[in-house]
């Protein structure tokens, strides 16, 4: 899987050959990061960041489907 090999890339340092992989992984790990942190710590603003985050991640996963 594609995401499995970005995360193995990833791993070993090798940021642009991750990204090659699977474009959104970064905004991946950003989203379960902050969500994580959003339920701990309950931010102000912190669902719209979420929903932000979800789209921008799932704009990048459908883009690279395409392109």
Known sequence: ???QRSII???EGDLSTSIQL???LLPLII???Y???HLKYE???GAQVVL???AST???NVGHFFF
């Open 22 to 24: 699977y474009p959104a």
């Open 1 to 3: 899987c594609g995401m």
């Open 35 to 37: 969500t994580g942190l």
């Open 52 to 54: 932000w985050l979800f």
């Open 43 to 45: 931010y102000l603003h």
């Open 9 to 11: 890339a990833l791993l």
């Open 31 to 33: 989203l379960l990061t």
């Open 58 to 60: 799932v704009t990048i």
